[in-house]
């Protein structure tokens, strides 16, 4: 059995920071690549960040570029995403997501339970 726990959400008024992470614990192998999504209200859930297992190469969404950072710790089996500058549309549920293969070497994809941020104006 492989979660995902996230943490670090909450209030924050705009221009303020907030730093999630996500820690990946069971029966975990090996990660491959991981990834924050985020899901408004009557919107679609969509990618906000990814990185690769090793790091070497992240992927931002337009709307959060030179903002957000995403990073890994591989020994903690955790992924961070800074967020600085927060505005008001960053207003949304967070999920982590990943690909892990297991002990038994199946790969699975994963979702974290998600974790509110909330900007206010």
């Known amino acids: 059995q492989v979660q995902l726990v996230e943490s670090g959400g909450g209030l924050v008024q705009a221009g303020g920071s907030l730093r999630l992470s996500c820690a990946a614990s069971?029966?975990?192998?090996?990660?491959?690549?991981m990834g924050w999504y985020r899901q408004a209200p009557g919107k679609q859930r969509e990618l906000v960040a990814s990185?690769?297992?090793?790091?070497?190469?992240?992927n931002y969404a337009d709307s959060v570029k030179g903002r957000f950072t995403i990073s890994k710790d591989n020994a903690k089996n955790t992924v961070y995403l800074q967020m600085n500058s927060l505005k008001p549309e960053d207003t949304a549920v967070y999920y982590c997501?990943?690909?892990?293969?297991?002990?038994?070497?199946?790969?699975?994809?994963?979702w974290g339970q998600g974790t509110q941020v909330t900007v206010s104006s």
């Open positions: 990185i690769t297992t090793s790091g070497s190469s992240t």
């Open positions: 069971g029966s975990i192998f090996s990660i491959n690549q």
């Open positions: 997501n990943a690909d892990i293969r297991d002990l038994f070497m199946g790969i699975y994809n994963y």
